[in-house]
């Protein structure tokens, strides 16, 4: 199982322009979400999707886009980079469990780091 | 609304030393709370969830948690530091009483933990 992946690991933008920052998972779990990371700031959720086919706009989701494409792969999209987009953005995934049980926690990828200049 | 707080943005201590590392939470119900561990260039993993029952929660590598309903704490501790466990750590909640909505957590701002020989 290679768990969760990201890619790319780094890139650098320039402002205006577009990129999509792919996530894949190979559990099979059901929900999937997008955080920023932020020093000083924590995690924030941008978007997340609770089961194939729905996404839904989390805390922080302006100048974001979303798509589920299957169970495995969930994508975030930037249209317009602006330099407050400069984060580390990582994807997590969580399957379906009982609320009560260990296993209902969030499995994290190794993070892109986004540099807009 | 669920906030989290850590209010040491770092802690420093000796190998061989316990450490605790701090966390106050925030839910209009009760609480599932949880800790996750970041190296460096790493996302974050799973170290220990609060369910119920017991305060005392066991988790990865030697790590624990008191649970403390009164003070609405969650303490990370661990008996004997090692240098190999300096890094990035989040406490993060999800209210019991909220369903559906992808099971969000929310994370504090993270405890950067360091450990010297």
């Known amino acids: 199982n290679a768990g969760v992946t990201q890619t790319p690991k780094f890139q650098v933008l320039k402002t205006g322009q577009s990129m999509t920052l792919q996530c894949a998972q190979d559990?099979?779990?059901?929900?999937m979400y997008w955080y920023r990371q932020d020093p000083g700031m924590g995690l924030r959720l941008i978007y997340y999707?609770?089961?194939?086919?729905?996404?839904d706009k989390g805390e922080v989701p302006n100048g974001y886009n979303v798509s589920r494409l299957n169970k495995r792969e969930f994508s975030l999209r930037l249209e317009s980079a602006a330099p407050s987009q400069t984060s580390v953005y990582f994807c997590a995934s969580k399957p379906l469990a009982d609320p009560s049980s260990s296993t209902d926690t969030q499995y994290f990828g190794p993070g892109t780091r986004l540099t807009v200049l | 609304a669920q906030s989290v707080a850590q209010p040491e943005d770092q802690v420093n201590v000796a190998e061989g030393n316990p450490l605790t590392v701090k966390c106050t939470y925030s839910?209009?119900?009760?609480?599932?709370l949880f800790w996750y561990v970041q190296y460096p260039n790493r996302g974050l993993q799973f170290l220990l969830k609060?369910?119920?029952?017991?305060?005392l929660v066991k988790g990865s590598y030697g790590f624990e948690a008191e649970f403390n309903k009164s003070q609405t704490s969650f303490h990370l501790k661990k008996p004997s530091a090692l240098v190999s466990d300096s890094a990035l750590y989040f406490c993060a909640v999800r209210d019991r009483g909220l369903t559906g909505g992808g099971n969000k957590l929310t994370f504090g701002t993270g405890t950067q933990l360091k450990v010297e020989l």
């Open positions: 559990m099979n779990h059901n929900s």
């Open positions: 609060y369910i119920t029952g017991d305060n």
């Open positions: 839910v209009s119900g009760n609480p599932y």
């Open positions: 999707s609770a089961s194939e086919g729905t996404t």
